[in-house]
């Protein structure tokens, strides 16, 4: 589990972000929370919460699974409204998901 980053801060663009749109599942602990990505890089990715009004503690949330690409470790950088930018705990375990995804649909974040 991460502990050492901040979160609620404002977003901050380092790496080159790919507009994405597939659904994907947050874990809470004990709760799963479903939600859409909206971009993706080498360092997380961005996802829409739903409308619902559902909160929750953005430190509880330890893991996601996006759709046709795979489970992260993943930890909040920012919240604003009902979007959130995840990065992912270990950028070294996810590159290779992202790599076979990207090269899968021929499309890149660069």
């Known amino acids: 589990m991460n502990t050492n980053k901040s979160f609620l801060r404002n977003p ?3 790496e080159t972000r790919m507009k994405l749109g597939l659904p994907c599942n947050l874990y809470l602990g004990d ?3 479903q939600a859409v990505t909206f971009n993706i890089s080498y360092s997380g990715f961005g996802v829409e919460l739903p409308a619902d009004g559902h909160t929750f503690d953005v430190k509880s949330l330890v893991s996601a ?3 046709d690409i795979g489970n992260f470790d ?3 950088r920012w919240k604003r409204g ?3 930018g995840l990065s992912f705990s270990s950028k070294r375990s996810a590159k290779p998901m992202l790599n076979a995804y990207f090269k899968r649909t021929n499309c ?3």
Do not use: A, D, G, N
Request: a negative charge; aromatic letters at 12%; zero cysteines.
């Open 82 to 84: 009902q979007r959130m």
């Open 108 to 110: 890149y974040p660069i």
């Open 65 to 67: 699974s996006i759709e």
């Open 74 to 76: 993943v930890f909040v």
């Open 31 to 33: 709760q799963e929370l």
């Open 12 to 14: 901050v663009h380092t």
